[in-house]
T-cell receptor, first 117, second 118 residues
Framework: DTGVSQNPRHKITKRGQNVTFRCDPI?????LYWYRQTLGQGPEFLTY????????KSRLLSDRFSAERPKGSFSTLEIQRTEQGDSAMYLC???????????????FGNGTRLTVT | AQTVTQSQPEMSVQEAETVTLSCTYD???????LFWYKQPPSRQMILVIR??????QNATENRFSVNFQKAAKSFSLKISDSQLGDTAMYFC???????????????FGKGTTLSVSS
């Protein structure tokens, strides 16, 4: 168990550029979550996958945001036309759950810190 | 929609003392899970303790225990024998249990910053 891995750790970009983050969950986990966290605040839910299906999206996920998990393993989160308000820590988490499986708690990665200048 | 409220933005405690962090939540669900997560300055979120709503017995993990009051929708965390390494931001979180096992999002409170001093 190598834990949830997120890359890159830090990303600085200019306003208007596109950025993509990657998350590699714990290998046997079928659920994957993306959260956004600003300084001193709790994580805000963005979206959630069970295997390759995106089952839930927050209203925070504007049309500039898109997430994929094409093979039910790693996931990418893309932000198009970045704005300064997108500056935050983006956290990925994974868990095991569903019919016939024991629901496990969420395990979080170290996050990707995005700074939009 | 579910909400989680942590009314104490900051708490401080001396080493070896006991501290209690408060959390209330609002839901119309009957089956759900409650969690406390810890986020040290290194920023990786770590699970501290978990409680299933159908269990009346309060969860305990070593020095960490909860006081779960379902009717009052209250879920406080007690840390006994506080240690310097307990210094972190603590988040209370809620997850409803889906009947079809599809799972749902984990909803977090805004957090309580705990400082443990020697």
């Amino acid at each position: 168990d190598t834990g949830v891995s997120q890359n890159p750790r830090h990303k600085i970009t200019k306003r208007g550029q596109n950025v993509t983050f990657r998350c590699d969950p714990i290998s046997e986990h079928n659920r994957l979550y993306w959260y956004r966290q600003t300084l001193g605040q709790g994580p805000e839910f963005l979206t959630y996958f069970q295997n390759e299906a995106q089952l839930e999206k927050s209203r925070l996920l504007s049309d500039r945001f898109s997430a994929e998990r094409p093979k039910g393993s790693f996931s990418t989160l893309e932000i198009q036309r970045t704005e300064q308000g997108d500056s935050a820590m983006y956290l990925c988490a994974s868990s095991l759950g569903g019919t016939g499986k024991v629901n496990s708690p969420l395990h979080f990665g170290n996050g990707t810190r995005l700074t939009v200048t | 929609a579910q909400t989680v409220t942590q009314s104490q933005p900051e708490m401080s405690v001396q080493e070896a003392e006991t501290v209690t962090l408060s959390c209330t939540y609002d839901t119309s669900e009957n089956n759900y899970y409650l969690f406390w997560y810890k986020q040290p300055p290194s920023r990786q979120m770590i699970l501290v303790i978990r409680q299933e709503a159908y269990k009346q017995q309060n969860a305990t993990e070593n020095r960490f225990s909860v006081n779960f009051q379902k009717a009052a929708k209250s879920f406080s965390l007690k840390i006994s024998d506080s240690q310097l390494g307990d210094t972190a931001m603590y988040f209370c979180a809620f997850m409803k249990q889906q009947v079809n096992q599809a799972g749902t999002a984990l909803i977090f409170g805004k957090g309580t910053t705990l400082s443990v001093s020697s």
